[in-house]
Every structure is written in C-alpha cells, then in structure tokens.
C-alpha cells in the first residue's frame, strides 16, 4: 500500500544544475561593405565566452554505474549518465523512459524508452538497462549496492548464487524500446528508487571490450546524460562538457562543468572566496556569522552517523553488549557535536532521521523516541563497562585499547579527538582514531578491516524503509558482520504488508532492535550550510540521494562565463 510521500526540501542554492545558466548572447550578424585598402581592417571577433560551472568534490568517486553506490558518484554520475528516470524537487520524471505503466497489483512495471543514443552515437536499448541490472547482482560484479536490487524477483538468488541463470532475473527487454522490471512484492517507492547511479544501463559490447580497464578513464566509459566527460585528472579534477547525443540538449545552457578534487573544506572556501570555485560549504567555525548573516543557509543532508562495530572479525570485545551499551552510554553527544561541529550537527539519540517521511507526519513524530541521553550518562555507561569488564576477564579499563578508523580530513580529525577524550574522561578506555583518505577507508570497511569505523548513511527515497534494508542480513551495505532473525522478519513484514499502519508499526519496531542490540552507536543526523555566489539563484538541494539536485531545466541564472 502506498504510504503517503512527504518531500522535506530545505531551500538552497545547487550548482550542479543543468538549466541554471543563461547563455551567452550574441548579436545579429551585420554585413559591411568591404573598407577601402588603406583603412585598418576591423578587429576579429572575440572569441566565444564559455558557460562553465566550477565546483568541488572531496575525493575521487569510481564512476563505474554498478560501483557508484556513494553519494558524491550518485551526483557526478548522474550529470554523465541517465537512467530510467530523474527525480527531482521529490517528483520522478521522464529519463531515457519517456513514459511507463506499473500493473494493478504494483509488481510489474513496463517502461517505454525514448529515442536517445550513447555518446559514440549508438542507440541507447532497453538491452543496455537488461545488461546493466543483470551485472548489478551478478556475483561477479561485487557490487556494494547488488542488495539494493533484492526487490526485483530472482535478483537475491542470483547474487547469492542460488540460480545461476540471468534471464531468470525480473528485469527483461521485452524488445529493443521496451523494459519490465518485475517485483517481489508491491513497493511504492521503488520508481525514485531507479534514479541512482547503480541502475543505469550499459553497453555490453563496450563493457566486454574494455575489461577490467572499464571506467577507469574518461575514454573507458560510454555517455547518455546531459554532459560527457571530457578529461578526467584523476584525483585532481573532472572536466565535463555538454553531450551533442543527449536527448534533451537544447534545454541544457550550460557549455561545461569543472569538478575539482579538493579534500580540506577551508581550502575550498578559500577558492570559493577568491573565485575560483561557485559554491563551497562553510568552515565550521564561520557557519554562525555566515547564517546570521544570511549569507548561507542550513540544511539536513540527509546522512545519519554512527560507531560501527566489526562484529564478524573484529577485537572479541566488541561482540560483547556490556561494553557496547557502555560506549552509547559514555558518549556525551552535545560535548561532541558542540567540540567537532559547532553545533551544526543534530545529537541522534534514535537512528531515525527527524525530516523522514511517516504516514501523515514525519515518522519520528508518529513515533517519538528518546533511546540514549543526549548528555552522557556516566554512571549508566560506567556499570556497563563494569559488567563488560568481568564477563571478558579484564581487570582495569586502561588495558581496553580500540582502534577508530576515520577519514583523513579536517571534521573527522575533530570528531574522533572529541570522542578519544569523551571516552578517557568517562570510561577510562583508549579510543585511537586511525586517520586514512578515504577512498582506502571505503576499501577497509568493505573487507572488514577495521575494529571500529566512522559510518554515515544517505537516504535513497522518503521513507523510513531506506535506513532499515541496509541492516538485513542480506544486506551488503552494512559490512558489520551483524545478523538478527527477528530483525530480519519484522523489516520484510514492512515490505510486503499492505497495511499502511502495520508497516509502520514494523519499522518502529525494527528501528527498536537496532538500538537494544547497540548494532551502532548513534551520533549525530548531518546538517550543513554552504553558499554561493550572487548569479547561482532560486535552486532546491534535496537530501534523497545525490547531494545536488542536477536537473532543473526551468531555473535560469547567470553563471560563470570564461574565455575559450
């Protein structure tokens, strides 16, 4: 049953937008008479200005659709490449499927593609989505995100090697300009679901011939959005320029986008303030004086963050409640927040994130819910740790030592110094942040090499179900080595009831068990401010999948203009 959808859009201006440029104007052509031999020939034309938008990413993203599951490819990748649909303002609209029917029972959707080609001029087929969800669960793709396809009927069988045939697989091209996705089971949210990056098509035949070198380089990836990527100087910046084959081209003002790698956030602000760049988010320090001022506003990204435990390898500790209890209890998440953030986060005592979508109102309303103090309880986590201590045969909290591993820049080097001192001062434990870029710490969350690790999650769609899956024991989301019977049951009984409150009631309770069983230690729902410069105008940032909202043809503003 479809529970009602209720979009929260914090007002912000994006830079990422396709129509958000006016272009340049030219004047009509005037023919002259030909100027007599001794008088000076007029000057040549100027050469033609260049739209182009400059702006940052803090890390290089793998641009392989399969592999893109983060936040930072969903929005690169949505800018070179298109899917069935576009999501935008919380509305999905037409991409390279121009129209689509969902059956009376809600589990068979037909999509009818447009006439639209890849960038080497090749029609872009109802073939290319087959192949393209087919490599997303096969086993040998490894993708991360091969969970997010478990709705479609055989996907999780074939992932898990259960079925070895593809074609048993609910996704068919029924002929080259037609594709049916059949589901397990009705889901209302699932169209927006197909706007990210990890369901998009590919070009067998491309795919094949590039092997292993597939989309390691500008010229090793085939394009159907918007723009192509032009020149990729890896991890130091993307050069995208429009795309000639893109279906909808002569709404797209922009002539090209510059993405430049820049990891520290200060540095970016800088670049932004001498011109270099069109938008920066604000240095915490300077976030206060730049919103009340009205120089920038914030927003929820939508990112909830955590502790997570390594429970399938990690130190035997970590397996044990007591001291997990301990460590949610011990954390003082407003001394946190307050010393890493300024204040700018939100303390999460629940897992849930405040602006979700419920049934008439958001789910945390629908649902309140207070599970750890905000203020530490000390004395709480104390006995915890106590009860830890004798069940595991230690006998002081000095000799406790766990490695915290977190990404090389200038907020997680504050987050995880206020957490080593939080858990000194009130559990006498040794919390050690282990600092690394973090593209490796990606790579050793997703082989379980770490003790603990700093992890976020950004939601998919508006619905509380988008935090809840990646928790599944299916789920390869997570890589926490965490499953739970019961857990499993309740979240799947949300996924197939059509009883709009049963489901929610399920959601409710499966939010509950993550935080008895202290899968996580909750720490904070991510907000943010960033601003831009006087000509980016009027634009919405949502906080559902890519970090910017990339598609709106109906805002126009004046942009950067550059030489040729």
């Known amino acids: 049953m479809m529970v009602k959808s209720r979009r929260i859009i914090v007002i912000l201006t994006a830079l990422f937008l396709l129509g958000s440029v006016l272009a340049g104007c030219v004047g009509k052509e005037q023919k002259a008479e030909q100027p007599p031999a001794q008088q000076t020939p007029a000057p040549a034309p100027a050469a033609p200005k260049k739209q182009e938008l400059v702006f940052r990413m803090g890390a290089e993203v793998p641009l392989d659709p399969q592999h893109g599951w983060s936040i930072p490819a969903n929005t690169l990748g949505s800018h070179i490449m298109e899917g069935l649909v576009r999501v935008h303002d919380g509305k999905v609209q037409p991409g390279m499927a121009e129209k689509w029917e969902v059956s009376q029972d809600g589990k068979t959707y037909t999509f009818h593609l447009r006439d639209a080609k890849w960038s080497d001029g090749s029609k872009v087929t109802a073939y290319d989505f087959e192949y393209?969800?087919?490599r997303l669960v096969d086993p040998k793709t490894a993708s991360e995100y091969a969970w997010a396809a478990y709705y479609i009927e055989n996907a999780e069988a074939f992932n898990t090697g259960k079925i070895t045939d593809p074609s048993k697989i609910g996704v068919k091209a029924l002929d080259e300009k037609t594709f049916q996705i059949k589901l397990i089971n009705p889901a209302p949210y699932y169209l927006g679901y197909l706007h990210f990056f990890f369901f998009y098509p590919d070009k067998k035949e491309f795919v094949e011939k590039c092997g292993d070198k597939f989309a390691t380089d500008a010229d090793k990836l085939l394009y159907n959005g918007p723009f192509i990527l032009k020149e990729w100087k890896h991890e130091a910046e993307y050069v995208l320029e429009k795309n000639p084959n893109y279906w909808n081209k002569d709404a797209i003002k922009l002539d090209g986008i510059r993405v430049l790698i820049v990891q520290d956030r200060t540095t970016a602000f800088n670049m932004f303030e001498s011109g270099e760049l069109d938008f920066a988010d604000v240095p915490l320090n300077l976030v206060q004086k730049y919103v009340s001022e009205g120089k920038a506003k914030l927003r929820y990204t939508g990112a909830n963050d955590w502790i997570k435990f390594n429970?399938?390898?990690?130190?035997?500790?970590?397996?044990n409640k007591n001291f997990r209890k301990a460590l949610a209890y011990g954390v003082d998440r407003e001394e946190y927040i307050n010393a890493a953030t300024k204040g700018v986060y939100d303390a999460a005592t629940r897992y849930m994130l405040p602006v979700v979508a419920g049934l008439e109102k958001p789910f945390v309303q629908?649902?309140?819910?207070?599970?750890?103090?905000?203020?530490?309880?000390?004395?709480?986590?104390?006995?915890y740790l106590k009860k830890a201590m004798q069940e595991m045969n230690i006998k002081k909290p000095s000799d406790i030592k766990i490695e915290y591993l977190i990404q090389d820049d200038d907020v997680s080097r504050l987050m995880a110094e206020s957490l080593q001192d939080i858990f000194r001062r009130n559990l006498g434990i040794e919390f050690v942040p282990k600092q690394v870029p973090y593209k490796q710490k990606l790579a050793q969350d997703g082989k379980y090499d770490y003790q603990t690790v700093y992890q976020g999650w950004g939601p998919d769609y508006d619905d509380p179900m988008t935090y809840l899956e990646i928790w599944l024991s299916s789920s390869t989301s997570t890589n926490s080595g965490w499953t739970n019977k019961k857990f499993d049951e309740v979240v799947n009984l949300a996924r197939t009831t059509t009883d709009a409150k049963k489901r929610a009631d399920a959601m409710f309770e499966a939010e509950k068990i993550l935080l008895e069983e202290?899968?996580?230690?909750?720490?904070?729902?991510?907000?943010e401010a960033w601003t831009a410069k006087d000509y980016v105008k009027g634009v919405l940032r949502p906080y559902i999948g890519a970090d910017i909202d990339v598609y709106t043809l109906r805002l126009k503003a004046r942009s950067r203009v550059t030489a040729e």
Do not use: N, T
Not at 366 to 383: G, N, S
Not at 521 to 526: A, I
């Open 366 to 383: 629908e649902y309140p819910l207070e599970f750890f103090p905000k203020k530490a309880d000390v004395a709480k986590a104390q006995e």
């Open 311 to 319: 429970l399938k390898s990690g130190p035997a500790i970590l397996k």
């Open 132 to 134: 393209g969800m087919r």
């Open 518 to 527: 202290v899968v996580f230690v909750p720490l904070q729902f991510r907000r």
